[in-house]
């Protein structure tokens, strides 16, 4: 059943998605699906089913003028571009991947490049010896964005022409994406905590007071700190992009850009409750914000809550979506 | 062996799927099984070709379409029912055809000798 159902979808990828094209899939797949039932438990191999109700569909040139789609029957008729394979969607996947890791390493470093500088300043070392930490690691960061950059400089086509997938790609990459999600959320979850908690070593070296040196390393970890949320936060939103770029390549407008339901980003709560907080969720963040700020001005502090408020979100999204 | 030619029969499937629907309404597969058991699996119907005749016979005003549910298995689908505009056509289209038989046959060679009956 499901060649089938990649025969039909791929038959009308490049059809305008219209009601009355979505209609004739319907109704073919209805016809199709009708017999493909029937053939089985009249006893056929799954391979024979298949073979009858694919050679006794038919050409859709035969629908037309019917569906007004004549234009889209031009073989000349190069709307949906070049059609990208599924081998080159998972190595451009892969590749966006390792570039998203690249980069976020690239960022750390430079995050992280006054580090030696301040370090030496603290327990007094030679000055150059931090001017060398500092031009090493950017030297390395410059290194990893230029080398990124390379490597995805062959998928730029993507973005600069039309492309389309057909609908098992397209269900690839989204299950890919389905299997990502959770993951995702942790990485974005990591990120926001590190930086969120950057500055707590700092503050204990400090109230302990042992010293310049571990005021230095506190710093230091400041730095890090930062540097390693920044790291997770990009290479989670890169390997994010790389699925959501595939996913849009098919034109909108044609039928091959409704294949997986999901790539308009609609949550659906599976509790209704859950829905109906959801809908009213920033707005009251915002009051929260506002009265408590305003009530206590301890402005100093009050913003926390939009870290939480999003962390809490995302939590919420993740457990209760459909 | 022979088969037939989608040409010759293409301007009369309009007829026999309105032959189908006179008694009741019916839904794509059942239509196209019931073409292919009543020709004695000499004429398939290719599932594009009766959708095509589903939609021009619709804005035509020869058919209807409503949703129903199957009664065997549940399952809802678009069925179609013939429209007394339909029951007119479908007369013209037999009269038409006897028309078109008796002229035609003028010109066929009956085959003689061969032991045909």
């Known amino acids: ?322 | 062996m022979v088969s037939i030619s989608s040409d010759v029969i293409r301007g009369y499937n309009d007829t026999i799927i309105l032959y189908l629907l006179l008694d009741k309404p019916s839904y794509g597969y059942e239509i196209s099984k019931q073409i292919k058991t009543l020709s004695k699996e000499k004429y398939v119907i290719k599932e594009t070709t009766l959708y095509s005749a589903f939609t021009r016979m619709e804005k035509n005003g020869y058919i209807e379409s409503f949703f129903d549910e199957d009664m065997s298995n549940g399952k809802r689908r678009t069925y179609y029912r013939i429209t007394e505009a339909g029951r007119q056509y479908y007369t013209d289209k037999c009269a038409e055809w006897k028309l078109t038989k008796e002229v035609v046959e003028r010109f066929i060679e009956e085959e003689k000798g061969n032991g045909n009956n």
């Open chain 1, 1 to 322: 059943m499901e060649t089938i159902r990649n025969y039909l979808e791929s038959m009308f990828q490049k059809l305008p998605n219209t009601a009355e094209v979505q209609r004739a899939k319907f109704e073919l797949g209805q016809m199709m699906e009708d017999k493909y039932t029937e053939l089985k438990n009249e006893g056929k191999s799954e391979n024979e089913a298949i073979g009858i109700v694919i050679s006794e569909f038919g050409n859709l040139d035969e629908l037309a003028v019917d569906l007004g789609i004549s234009g889209y029957m031009n073989p000349n008729n190069n709307m949906a571009g070049k059609q990208v394979t599924l081998a080159e969607v998972k190595d451009y996947l892969k590749d966006k991947i390792r570039s998203g890791y690249m980069i976020g390493l690239g960022v750390l470093l430079c995050i992280c490049s006054p580090c030696g500088a301040l370090l030496s300043d603290y327990i007094g070392w030679f000055d150059f010896v931090g001017i060398l930490f500092l031009f090493a690691f950017i030297a390395l960061a410059v290194g990893l964005f230029i080398f990124a950059g390379a490597m995805m400089e062959k998928w730029s086509y993507l973005q600069n022409q039309p492309c389309s997938i057909d609908f098992s790609t397209a269900e690839y990459v989204h299950g890919q994406r389905e299997n990502y999600r959770m993951t995702n959320a942790m990485m974005n979850t990591v990120g926001v905590i590190f930086c969120c908690c950057c500055f707590i070593p700092l503050v204990i070296m400090d109230e302990l007071g042992v010293g310049n040196l571990f005021e230095g390393i506190g710093v230091v970890i400041l730095f890090l700190f930062v540097g390693i949320g920044v790291y997770f936060l990009i290479a989670a939103s890169y390997r994010n992009s790389a699925y959501e770029t595939i996913l849009k390549l098919n034109e909108r407008g044609t039928m091959g850009a409704s294949f997986v339901a999901s790539q308009k980003e609609v949550y659906r709560y599976t509790n209704k409750i859950v829905a109906a907080v959801m809908s009213v969720y920033w707005p009251t963040v915002t009051c929260i914000y506002i009265s408590w700020s305003f009530l206590s001005a301890d402005w100093h502090i009050t913003w926390i809550i939009w870290v939480i408020a999003s962390l809490v979100e995302n939590f919420i999204k993740n457990a209760f979506r459909e």
